[in-house]
């Protein structure tokens, strides 16, 4: 990705030289990057508290809770996961906190997730149950879209939380297919595997 921005802004200086509108590009750049402070700014607040409901929702065990209602769910998706290990109870918690919209608190979780399957998968080539993982946090379902609603209310909308249906359909229609792909795939694999 680094070289792919290098090239867009490379060839946006060369572009804007061309065309003469340096200027314009100048001035472009400097309304951005306050705009870009300005929002930090203005969804930080939302933030801050979402992710101080997210500590008072893991220390009270509410996370904990989730976790175990999401276990059985989870017992298929990653069928080649102890239920008792770490990893297991990471996942669990993970998904729990992407349920909750609260994705940037979510991330340690996720992190030590992955770290706790690449000690059962020690190869270069991720398992299945990573890509599952993977899969699950970018295509993740959420019950509280927070950093959408913070940047709608930074932007002033009076009911930033009026998404909520759209948001609950379109993810989980994303998850559907990406976990039906995923597993389809992962069955070709397979049937490629034994036939060989």
Request: one cysteine or more.
């Amino acid at each position: 990705m680094s070289y792919v921005f290098g090239i867009m802004i490379t060839l946006s200086f060369v572009f804007s030289l061309i065309s003469g509108s340096a200027g314009e590009l100048s001035e472009g750049i400097m309304d951005s990057a306050s705009g870009a402070v300005t929002l930090l700014i203005s969804i930080s607040g939302m933030l801050c508290m979402w992710s101080g409901f997210m500590r008072i929702a893991k220390d009270s065990g509410l996370i904990e809770k989730l976790s175990r209602l999401c276990a059985p769910i989870l017992k298929r998706l990653y069928p080649d996961v102890d239920v008792d290990s770490d990893a297991f109870r990471y996942i669990s918690m993970n998904i729990s906190a992407n349920l909750l919209g609260l994705g940037n608190a979510a991330t340690p979780l996720g992190l030590n997730a992955m770290k706790e399957l690449k000690k059962h998968h020690p190869s270069d080539t991720a398992s299945d149950s990573m890509l599952t993982f993977v899969l699950m946090n970018t295509a993740s379902i959420q019950l509280l879209p927070t950093s959408v609603a913070a940047l709608r209310k930074s932007y002033g909308s009076q009911h930033p939380f009026d998404i909520l249906l759209c948001v609950w359909i379109t993810s989980a229609l994303a998850l559907t297919a990406g976990l039906a792909s995923s597993k389809l795939l992962m069955r070709r694999q397979k049937w490629r595997s034994l036939s060989r």
